[in-house]
């Protein structure tokens, strides 16, 4: 049997659904927000994105395997290094708008904030780790 | 003193190809997907102990048969 015999449908709803939700709540922030057109066109474009999204994840490469979470080992691997790397790239990316935000005359905010969450966060996901390893 | 073992090499390939099996099959035999055994076999990924016992076992025979290390005493 082969990997596409083996694609449940409800698998490859699980990207689907974290682009629905992600793309649900933004749509509704910025409706919310006042900008109505904006937040149409938002939806329609979550929608398309879902739509590929599904679409995607029924192939048999590594990136579909992951967007369905039924990856093997490497693809796994893969997923979590991808993760960290995207992780360093948004820590550096806020720890440079913090600078540039104190030496504007700020306080840092908001990315002082985002920093504290992601130093926090990998503080405890170690701890939590370390204790369950 | 301590040493390292560098994995420098593996037959995979060679047992794979003596079975008549294509790197899809031996994918679904192992449950790991054809990318994976490509990567196994092309060295650009070391399988983890029960992927590499499986290996072993599949093939009738051992994880040190199937993988060449190079000794580096450090």
Not at chain 1, 32 to 40: C, I, K, L
């Amino acid at each position: 049997m082969n990997v596409m015999a083996r694609t449940s449908p409800r698998r490859r709803l699980a990207t689907v659904a974290v682009l629905g939700v992600g793309g649900g709540a933004l749509t509704v922030g910025t409706w919310v927000g006042g900008q109505h057109g904006f937040a149409v066109g938002l939806g329609a474009a979550y929608l398309v994105f879902m739509a590929i999204a599904y679409v995607w994840s029924g192939g048999t490469g590594d990136v579909a395997a992951i967007m369905r979470v039924s990856g093997d080992e490497r693809q796994r691997a893969l997923d979590h290094r991808a993760t960290a790397t995207s992780g360093y790239a948004m820590a550096l990316f806020c720890i440079g708008g913090c600078v540039v935000s104190l030496a504007r005359g700020g306080d840092g905010s908001p990315w002082s904030l985002v920093c504290a969450v992601g130093g926090i966060s990998y503080v405890v996901s170690l701890a939590v780790l370390r204790f369950r390893s | 003193m301590s040493s390292r073992l560098d994995i420098v090499g593996n037959t995979v390939r060679q047992l794979r190809t003596a079975k008549g099996l294509s790197q899809g099959e031996l994918g679904d035999a192992l449950q790991v997907s054809r990318q994976t055994v490509n990567a196994i076999e092309t060295g650009r990924y070391l399988p983890s102990l029960p992927l590499a016992l499986r290996l072993a076992r599949y093939f009738a025979t051992t994880v040190e048969d199937l993988f060449q290390v190079g000794d580096e005493e450090r």
